[in-house]
């Protein structure tokens, strides 16, 4: 008696490949057509290093061997536009989906689940790494910052922040119960953490300040981007201290949202 099995998907990798080079596709265009969302993400960390840059971007820190706080502030808004399109936008975007019932309804599509993930997660690092490259280019040519002086060591935090705050931004995410609060809460913790961690004004590492946001990624990604920038001799453009906290986070936060996701609505 011959056992009848069902039909068995074999996707090749050429396929899988397409599926989320596809789904990346749309994710891509459903970011760009909102050009409100997409001037106000890409556009912050801009409006914000513009602003500083004129008031006082050429007075120099001491403390910091004597850099202009334009070389202070690019590294700063290159770590800032990785957390606000990793953290704040992924967070609202995935809360907003699922409360809606989008990311259900995608669930039941023939879109395999790991493949909308996926999509998800590297359309948000392209939007960073737009960011990224944005900030590099204004602060070179309209402030002078050299470019890293170790781009290995840049490219590797900035993969390091990608990665991390995406599962940060997930983790949150699970928490969250509905898409009213979602924009509140990430905005309210994302820049409590920004003012505290120094992204506006320098902080000398003695400072009771500097010692309480050490206990949050946000100020060791901040640090561990500026590390390549460097130029004093002798200094390590390699912050593994502040990538090692940073992964840490990452990995805690990886862990709640894998326990924690949902896809179906918030049933108060």
Sequence with gaps: MSVITPPRKDHTRT????????????EQKAFWI???GALFTIGFSVLFLVMLGATNGKQTISYLGNITNDDYYVPGFIAYGIMSACFSMLTVNIVVRR???LLKRLRLTPLPTWALLVSIFISTAIVAVAQVVVLLLIGRFGYAVPFPREWLAFLFVIVVGIASFTAMGMAISSVIPNQETAGPVTSVAFFVLLFLS?????LQ???????FSNFFPVRHLLLAVRAPFEQQPGVSPW???DLGIVVAWGIVAAVVAMRRF???PHRN
């Design 15 to 26: 396929s899988d490949l397409r599926l989320v080079l596809h789904q990346v596709r749309y």
């Design 262 to 264: 949902r896809w179906s």
């Design 239 to 241: 912050a593994w201290h």
């Design 205 to 211: 590492a003695s400072s009771g300040l500097a010692k």
């Design 198 to 202: 120094g992204l506006w004004f320098p």
């Design 34 to 36: 909102n050009k409100v």
């Design 99 to 101: 409360e809606t019932g």
